[in-house]
């Protein structure tokens, strides 16, 4: 089993910044991938970011330099530093580890981008 708590989601202004965090804890060791989703109302989820045990990323096209998905293994954390932010940005974002048999999730935090 592995947990994971994300922090970091709030409210900011178009333009602004935000970073997320989420911590793993559990059987890290199995794990081989962590990433970022996110949920708008009405819409499904969608892959944000990945990254993989060594550090090889991937992003969707909508955030492609704007944001920076980083891990700190030694934490077991992975960051989503969000840059630029558009109303469109606005969702439920989720962490997400993956291991060769399951996939796990946290909870959710909400990212509101809104003047």
């Known amino acids: 089993q592995v947990q994971l708590v994300e922090s970091g989601g709030g409210l900011v202004q178009p333009g602004g910044s935000l970073r997320l965090s989420c911590a793993a804890s559990?059987?890290?060791?199995?794990?081989?991938?962590m990433g970022w989703y996110r949920q708008a109302p009405g819409k499904q989820r969608e892959l944000v970011a990945t990254?993989?045990?060594?550090?090889?990323?991937n992003y969707a096209e909508s955030v492609k330099g704007r944001f920076t998905i980083s891990s700190a293994n030694a934490k077991n954390t992975v960051y989503l530093q969000m840059a630029s932010l558009k109303p469109e940005d606005t969702a439920v974002y989720y962490c997400?580890?993956?291991?060769?048999?399951?996939?796990?999730w946290g909870q959710g935090t909400q990212v509101t981008v809104s003047s």
């Open positions: 997400n580890a993956m291991n060769t048999v399951y996939a796990y």
């Open positions: 559990g059987s890290i060791f199995s794990i081989n991938r």
């Open positions: 990254i993989t045990r060594i550090g090889t990323t």
